[in-house]
């Protein structure tokens, strides 16, 4: 079982940033693809992005390459998102996800089916 607790949601105006961390209670947390999700009000949860466990290789959404980076500290069981030039349109709950092993193919990681954890969620709400 493997327990995951984000932080770092708030609210920010548009054209800030914010960073979201997601803390993860297994030392294997090395073994562990992570992905980050999104579900805004009245929507489908959505994927952002998500970086693979061996050779880092990171994925996002067109939406979002360019403004959003994901990251990965091993040592402290930690995966983080940071969020710049954020929109009203990135409002939503955002989750982390966590993915025993490495898979070939982005679409993988694309799915909500392929994780196997998730944690509670953080509220990022973005004003005009």
């Known amino acids: 079982q493997v327990q995951l607790v984000e932080s770092g949601g708030g609210l920010v105006q548009a054209g800030g940033s914010l960073t979201l961390s997601c803390e993860a209670s297994k030392r294997s947390f090395s073994n562990y693809a992570m992905g980050w999700f999104r579900q805004a009000p009245g929507k489908e949860r959505e994927f952002v992005a998500a970086?693979?466990?061996?050779?880092?290789?990171?994925y996002y959404v067109d939406s979002v390459k360019g403004r959003f980076s994901i990251s990965r500290d091993n040592a402290k069981n930690t995966v983080y998102l940071q969020m710049n030039k954020l929109k009203p349109e990135d409002t939503g709950v955002y989750y982390c996800?966590?993915?025993?092993?490495?898979?070939?193919?982005?679409?993988?990681?694309?799915?909500?089916?392929?994780?196997?954890?998730w944690g509670q969620g953080t509220q990022v709400t973005v004003s005009s």
């Open positions: 996800a966590a993915s025993w092993g490495d898979h070939s193919g982005t679409y993988y990681y694309t799915r909500g089916g392929s994780y196997d954890y």
């Open positions: 970086i693979r466990r061996i050779i880092s290789n990171d």
